[in-house]
């Protein structure tokens, strides 16, 4: 009895979101070994030039396939794995799977990089050392991989400031994810080495052909420019957006309307249409 009491309350603690509900505690424990049950998946969203469309890149998204609920989208339950530690292995198996998958998509002959977002529970002491192996085993190139944080990472802390600067000593480049939206924004800049502003799609979604509606994707195009970083608008929905980018000076940008997030097979079909019936895909 001792040692079920005891077991159960180690379950409870591995597993248990502090002041969740019951919903975030079925959800938090069904997260343990979700990627080694073969439950998680990686949709990648296509990066594209502008104004040309070419894709050049992605961003890997996981999804989780729930046995009994479908699926369930990363805004649920990558909070929940945060606060459970569960973003660790999650995190892990995401990078590996999408390092390897677009190390195939390149052997094809495209040169593309890939995003890969990782939450401030993963940037703790190691996760360089974990994604330069992993960029060993996969044969995925250092400067092709953007390792995407937002402004919710902890600047004040030295460790984190050191792996991340550890990956940027590597090649590996830093991109600010949902730029604008977080707080002390320009300390992130001059203590992280960020290499790209991702700017977010609430920016993008006001733009409206107004001054007004450029406000903010103008500044930080701005930003961008002065310190030579390159950025990409995220959220793009309509042509009009993607023509009042252009004209505002931004040259990278992904959103429903050049592409949504895909399986691996259907991006396969996007980036060798005519390798398709031949090709084998993941
Ligand atoms: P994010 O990194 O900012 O990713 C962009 C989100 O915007 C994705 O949502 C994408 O599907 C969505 N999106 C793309 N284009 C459009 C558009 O034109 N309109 C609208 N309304 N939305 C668009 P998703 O896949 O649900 O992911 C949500 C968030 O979950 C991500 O935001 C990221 O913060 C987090 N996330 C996703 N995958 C991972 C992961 O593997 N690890 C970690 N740590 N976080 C992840
Ligand atoms: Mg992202
Ligand atoms: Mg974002
Ligand atoms: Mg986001």
């Known amino acids: 009895r001792a040692d079920e009491a005891m077991y159960e309350n180690k379950r409870r603690i591995k597993s248990g979101v502090p002041g969740g509900t ?9 997260l343990w070994g979700a990627a080694e049950r073969g439950e998680l998946r990686v949709h990648y969203q296509p990066v594209v030039e502008l104004p040309t469309g070419e894709i050049n890149g992605m961003e890997a998204l996981v999804r989780w396939e729930h046995p009994e609920r479908g699926t369930i989208p990363p805004g649920v339950f990558i909070p929940i794995a945060e606060k459970t530690g569960a973003i660790e292995e ?3 198996w995401v990078l590996a799977e999408a390092c390897a998958q677009v190390a195939q998509w390149r052997a094809g002959g495209r040169r593309l990089h890939l995003g890969v977002n990782a939450s401030p529970r993963q ?4 996760f ?3 994604v330069i192996r992993t ?8 400067t092709e991989l953007i390792i995407e944080v937002t402004e919710s990472v902890q600047v004040e802390n030295p460790a984190v400031v050191a792996e991340l600067h550890l990956l940027h000593g590597h090649g590996v480049r830093i991109a600010l994810d949902d ?3 977080g707080y002390s924004t320009l300390r992130y800049l001059t203590q992280l080495p960020i290499d790209i502003l991702k700017i977010d799609q609430s920016f993008v979604a006001v733009l409206n052909g107004t001054a007004n509606g450029a406000m903010v994707t103008d500044t930080v ?9 390159t950025t990409i608008a995220e959220g793009v929905e309509s042509a009009e957006q993607a023509t009042e980018l252009v004209e505002l000076g931004c040259r990278s940008a992904q959103g429903y309307h050049f592409a949504r997030p895909m399986p691996a097979a259907e991006l396969t079909a996007l980036l060798y249409p005519a390798e398709v019936s031949s090709a084998a895909t993941s």
């Open 221 to 229: 195009l701005r930003l961008g420019r002065m310190m030579n970083l």
């Open 22 to 30: 019951e919903e975030e505690e079925a959800l938090a424990a069904g």
């Open 90 to 92: 999650i995190g892990a």
């Open 135 to 142: 960029l060993a085993e996969t044969g995925f190139p250092a």
């Open 128 to 130: 360089a050392d974990r």
């Open 179 to 181: 730029f604008g939206t």
């Open 123 to 126: 940037l703790t002491g190691g």
